[in-house]
T-cell receptor, first 112, second 113 residues
């Protein structure tokens, strides 16, 4: 079983739709969870950074972490064509380990 | 503006040649990282450094080398021993303590001539 599983898509939605992106993981020791957005030929850009379980909201973006199910989600409300990108989940351990483990990314297209 | 600068944006390597990718940051971050990204695969860690003059191998260090002589700089050399070097290389940095998130540069695409 891979450490982090992420559906690669592609996912295509109409403008204004609510988008749900998800990752599952196998290592219960992961405590820090991140979502990055990557446009074509660019580096990943940090969108959300959460610790342990719970929700975090930032504008149109909401990140959810369910540690009991080892499942994290990113919701995008009122999706825009500019949200079209690849979304990467990442996570790492508590206690000073700096290594990030990434999902393979989900490619999202928002159609005008 | 603060950020991470990678150069060049595109690089071509001949067979048997070593090439060096540059990564500079002005964020005063202690830790720096190199990742490789291939189509359909997640980012894979090549090397990382948490402090000047010290670095550790990541998951796929074979065929690569690094140095960390200055806090701001973490160059990556792709040696001739790396048999499949064509990829998108990403440099990142972080505050280095308390699991601060990593921030990325815009990458270098390396291709073989």
């Amino acid at each position: 079983q891979k450490e982090v599983e992420q559906d690669p898509g592609p996912l295509s939605v109409p403008e204004g739709a609510i988008v749900s992106l998800n990752c599952t993981y196998s290592n219960s020791a992961f405590q820090y969870f991140m979502w990055y957005r990557q446009y074509s030929r660019k580096g990943p850009e940090l969108l959300m950074y959460t610790y342990s379980s719970g929700n975090k909201e930032d504008g149109r973006f909401t990140a959810q972490v369910d540690k009991s199910s080892k499942y994290i989600s990113l919701f995008i409300r009122d999706s825009q064509p500019s949200d079209s990108a690849t979304y990467l989940c990442a996570m790492n351990l508590e206690g000073g380990s700096e290594k990030l483990v990434f999902g393979k990314g989900t490619k999202l297209t928002v159609n005008p | 503006d603060g950020g991470i600068t990678q150069s060049p944006k595109y690089l071509f390597r001949k067979e048997g040649q070593n090439v060096t990718l540059s990564c500079e940051q002005n964020l005063n971050h202690d830790a720096m990282y190199w990742y490789r990204q291939d189509p359909g695969q997640g980012l894979r860690l090549i090397y990382y450094s948490q402090i000047v003059n010290d670095f550790q191998k990541g998951d796929i260090a074979e065929g690569y080398s690094v140095s960390r002589e200055k806090k701001e700089s973490f160059p990556l050399t792709v040696t001739s021993a790396q048999k499949n070097p064509t990829a998108f290389y990403l440099c990142a940095s972080s505050g280095g303590a308390n699991n601060q998130p990593q921030h990325f540069g815009d990458g270098t695409r390396l291709s073989i001539l």
